[in-house]
């Protein structure tokens, strides 16, 4: 979102933003997950992520770098999103988002609802919901999501 929204500021067009498997959540909610993020080791960041059975192969890597990248990925995420929530754009985003999000993700619950919250910063928000997948539904369902993002080109 914030690099669509660069981009949109710097005159490129931008036709369409997906979101898989985020809700904006709430401000203190996200900083509070940046706390829980800084204060966990590389190697706790990469077990998690392989027992919660998206990244299973993280065992055979390097998890020093994988826990480093994934909490900067995340930290810089929850923060721009808190601040976001604090205090939105005066100018949302031309472009249409769509949240796309299998229906048994436990991470966003209520997502047949809740992908509407995303219009703090953009007007235009659809969702496209995928039966099941889980969280990882880009690695368990690879042809929906694609199809997810395919029914939204022309």
Sequence with gaps: LATAMKLAEAGVEVTRVFLGAQLPGD??????????????????????LSANGGYTELCELETARIGAAYRHDCVSAHRYLADALDDPPAVKLAAPVTVVAAADDPSTPDSAVRYRDWRFLADQVDLHELVDGGHYFLRTRPADAAEAVLSHTY
């Design 27 to 48: 401000a203190a909610g996200r900083r509070a997950s940046v706390t829980e993020m800084t204060a966990r080791s590389n190697a706790e960041i990469a077990a998690a």
